[in-house]
């Protein structure tokens, strides 16, 4: 189970993080990935002006809080579920996978030296979860996972169709980072199949640097079913109307 970027910040609605959290317990997938974002740091944030409407009030350990109460609803369930089950155990893989927006305090710290040692990403709680670092790739079963994967030679985020970031990044992948959902698989010589899958919203807010036009993506969480091992499965989202009518 893929849980998009999230984006959470203080002052957002948060009912989907226990829409997820319940499909999570009725799907009991055998692996759970964050794919990063999670976080979205408006206090560390150099898109916005100081002093501007949306830095106004911005405080770093309340992006971090929001953060981390969020994290705990999504996990409690799951929690609970194991527990139950202590004859028939469930104990599914968890990665979480830093992005960009969670690597502003690094950017933060970095900018103004000071801070280190007092702003961390230590402070972001993921518990159980594995955590890789942001661009780090994570195979598993023949998938790629990063937050979003870059280009060789420039470092900017691959784009574009799925086929040519299957012919750039050259394995089946799954990433966040870019709103909405793209999904695409290429046959090579042989039995050889690619999937790519890029899914970047899971968040009930719009975005105010996005205009009306633009903030209708499809937002949701992801399944694969089928995973085989050699990065080929059987894909299947689960939309935020899917999720809101079943668990709210």
């Not at 971090?64 to 609970?80: D, H, K, S, Y």
């Not at 996972?145 to 870059?150: E, P």
């Not at 900017?156 to 799954?174: A, M, Q």
Request: proline share 6%.
């Amino acid at each position: 189970m893929i849980i998009p970027d999230t984006q959470i910040r203080p002052g957002v609605p948060l009912d989907h993080i226990k829409w997820a959290a319940q499909a999570i317990v009725d799907y009991k997938p055998d692996v759970i990935v964050v794919i990063g974002d999670w976080w979205d740091m408006p206090s560390c944030s150099k898109h916005n002006l100081p002093g501007s409407k949306q830095t106004e009030g911005a405080r770093f350990w309340e992006d971090i809080q929001v953060g981390n109460e969020a994290f705990a609803t999504l996990i409690a369930p799951m929690e609970a579920e194991q527990a139950r089950r202590k004859y028939k155990k469930w104990s599914p893989r968890k990665v979480f996978t830093f992005g960009n927006h969670e690597f502003r305090v690094d950017r933060a710290v970095s900018e103004t030296p000071k801070l280190e040692g007092m702003l961390t990403r230590d402070d972001m709680l993921t518990p159980g979860f594995e955590r890789h670092e942001f661009l780090e790739i994570v195979p598993i079963d023949g998938i790629w996972y990063s937050h979003y994967f870059s280009n060789t030679l420039s470092g900017r985020p691959v784009g574009g169709t799925i086929p040519n970031r299957l012919n750039k990044i050259g394995n089946s992948f799954v990433q966040g980072h870019q709103q909405g959902f793209l999904y695409g698989c290429q046959q090579y010589p042989g039995k050889l199949v690619r999937h790519g899958l890029v899914a970047g919203s899971f968040y009930l807010h719009d975005e105010e640097y996005r205009d009306v036009q633009s903030n209708g993506e499809w937002r949701g969480i992801v399944v694969l079913n089928e995973v085989r091992g050699d990065g080929s499965y059987d894909i299947m989202p689960l939309s935020m109307d899917y999720l809101r009518r079943r668990y709210s």
